[in-house]
């Protein structure tokens, strides 16, 4: 098991007027090469969890493991776990501070303290991987546009080859078309061996790419499972302040309204298929 | 998680001296330590620490926090008395170890100068524990304005400050993000020699300033939308007025004037 | 009966050291009492137009009247800023001041407005925009749907007849988002603002009088929401998107279904389907 939470318990400030529960005893498990969205509005404590999986936030022993590595243990080694869990914050363009992309990109896989041939493999390799042309390299990232600097913030994370990539609203800003090609190139980096946990409070985003969800309410996880599953609860999720893609909510009130609709469809094709099948028209024309 | 922390000392508060105009405090602070200066002796000083602790206690703000401000300058306050103690040329001699000798004068000048210095901390200490930031900026403002005849940017300079007091927990909370991030991808701020740790903070700092400069021309742009044109024929929401209670600082603190200076005249201690 | 309160035409605008004009040959009307979403892909130049609106830049080629005034001077400008409001998209970045109502007077105290006239206005305003209790709290302490709802009652707080929106709910959550949109529906339908509304969120667009979509500095669509939105694959030609009802409806009647033109809500759908049960 890549990720294992058990029961984790997080409050900020304690002891202080601040105090604040960001988590109240979450647990969850990630499977290896899965594809899995963790969903909630501000504040629910999403970003509290994430940080918990890199050994950023410090956490009692047994309950956060990676690649059964205790980071509650005083002697967990922190180097490994970075090594292996990459984290790609929300707006990372923020983060880039070298000269040029190539520099920027090697600044983990440097503090990794990896031979210098390896780095420049792996930068190069990386710069591909995000979909940025090789020319780049030498370019200041400054002077990029808001996209490509995400993707050399992203390559920054890729390049020290984690085996686990967690990714907080990694589409935030972005207009259509770059949300859908940012959300591709996040389904190739998936297809190509690594295991994803995307933080997100796009239900669209998440329906359309994962295998599980998890959603956070108030540092508890309210609903876990398939995408079809936990869009099931439509009203709930709404009363949470998220929203579950209009399909579903189509075919959710379709249900109600007495048609003939299957539970758990989310995707336009599905809901259109299933409609059509309802209304009699179902195989007569490929949908 | 920065978001909660109060900038500066300010504790809120509804007392007396909470509500004195800004610049009824920062003009009774500078008359404080001018009266801390004309005081002679140790009479004097008594007097004036008892108006001080008087006055913190007035508003309910505990007196520990009155000296937490000594921390810093402990060092200096020590120095400074054994400087005096060592070195005060005198007569009466207490204590004489080899060449190093102890007097009575030694002693007085001493514990003199190190009283002095610990009331200059303690009276301006209780200015900024019942003025928030910005109250003081306003007063600042105000108080200098008449400066501008003489081209002195007091509008500007407060309109500085403000926007820097704004500013800070955005970029506190702004530093930590990238400080995450960093580490995130291995960076280490903890260890190393003190050349090492300096690096280290490029990857920090460098986005620091970068946003700090993008959310400055951000932020220019918006107050130019909202007919920002600085300080002239500008008028302002919270007007600075001087009510009773002003007055009757002001009389407070002349009468310990009065009072130190009739101590001075009849040289006691 | 036509009241246009800004009429643009063949406005142009190139800055200094770019190769390209981010807008160019623009000419459009809107009414006053309008809701008008521009949509476009970053880049297209609706943030340029935005600033043109609000004489932050002014055009370098063409006409552009606001409210009835092309600004030429520096009064100008400020009298156009005055009766056209914008609110940003970054939310910390527009917050001057390290008081909720001292921030909310900002605008009003460089117009110079008499302090018993600024406190009555600002007090208006953020009991308008529902932050009338946080009136004393800190900025910092505020989510990012209350900040921009603070910067809207500034606006307000300046009485203008329009407020530009530059995707304002762009750095926001769902919630944030719905508040502040919510917001900018009610000022225009309750208080009569015209609203210029950008984004490229095309369920808000949706719900806009009037939909202009912009693509390399020009205007490339302008109609009803239904109408653009028909062009289901003209929009993502663009780089944007269309809502998920109306490519359902598309796919539906390439199947044959009979469905009228322009469904794009859940509520819309459902309705005409239950007609065909």
Known sequence: MPIEVKNLVHVYMPGTP???????????????GEFVGIIGHTGSGKSTLISHLNGLEKSEPGAVFVNGMDLGDKGADLIAVRRAVGLVFQYPEYQ???????KDVAFGPSNLKLPAEEIERRVSEAILRVGLDPSV??????????????????????????????????AAGLDPAGRREMLSLIRNIHD?????????????????????????????IAFSGTPAEVFLHDEALHGMGLDVPECAKLANRLRREGFDIPEGLFREEEVCAAILNHLGKGGKQPC | MLKGVTIGQFFPGDSLIHRLDPRTKLLATIALIAIVFVSQGFAGFLLIAAFVLACCASTGIHLKFLFRGLKPILFIVLFTFALNLFFQSGTTV?????????????LRMASFMAVRLILLVVSSQLLTLTTSPIALTDGLESLFR????????????????????????????????????????????????????????????????????????????????????GGAGRTRMHQLRFKGIDALAALAVLALLAAVIALNAFHVW | MSNPIIEAHNVCFQYEDAAAPAVKDVSLTVEAGEFVAILGRNGSGKSTFAKLLNALLLPTGGTLRVNGLEARTEDDCYEVRRSCGMVFQNPDNQIVATIVEEDCAFGLENLGTPPEEIRRRVDE????????????ASPSMLSGGQKQRVAVAGVLAMRPRIIVF????????????????????????????????ITHFMEEAALADRLLVMDRGRVALAGAPREVFAQVDRIMKLGLDVPEMMKLAARLRRAGVKLPEGIMTVDEMAVELCRLK
């Open chain 1, 18 to 32: 601040f105090e604040a529960h960001a988590l109240k005893g979450v647990s969850l498990a990630v499977r290896d």
């Open chain 1, 96 to 102: 880039l501070f070298e000269e040029t992309v190539a």
């Open chain 1, 137 to 170: 390299s030498d370019k200041s990232p400054f002077e990029l546009s808001g996209g490509q600097k995400r993707r050399v913030a992203i390559a920054g994370v890729l390049a020290m080859q984690p085996s686990i990539l967690i990714l907080d609203e990694p």
């Open chain 1, 192 to 220: 190509s061996g690594t295991t994803v946990v995307m933080v997100s409070h796009s239900m669209d985003d998440v329906g359309r790419c994962c295998d599980r969800l998890f959603v956070l309410n108030r540092g508890e």
């Open chain 2, 94 to 106: 207490l204590l004489q170890l080899g060449p190093v000798k102890i007097t009575a004068e030694g």
């Open chain 2, 146 to 229: 008449p400066l501008e005849v003489v081209k002195f940017p007091a509008h500007e300079i407060a309109m500085m400050m403000s926007i820097a007091l704004r500013f800070i927990p955005t970029l506190m909370d702004e530093a930590d993000k990238i400080m995450k991030a960093q580490k995130a991808r291995g960076a280490d701020f903890e260890t190393g020699n003190l050349l090492q740790r300096a690096k280290a903070m490029v990857p920090l700092l460098v986005p620091l300033f970068v946003g700090a400069f993008r959310r400055a021309e951000e932020l220019a742009l918006a107050m130019d939308a909202r007919c920002y044109r």
């Open chain 3, 125 to 136: 305003a953020l009991l308008d925009v529902g932050m009338a209790e946080q009136a004393g």
């Open chain 3, 166 to 197: 530059d995707e304002s709910t762009a750095m926001l959550d769902p919630v944030g988002r719905r508040d502040v949109f919510e917001l900018a529906r009610r000022l225009n339908r309750e208080e009569g603002i015209t609203i210029v509304w």
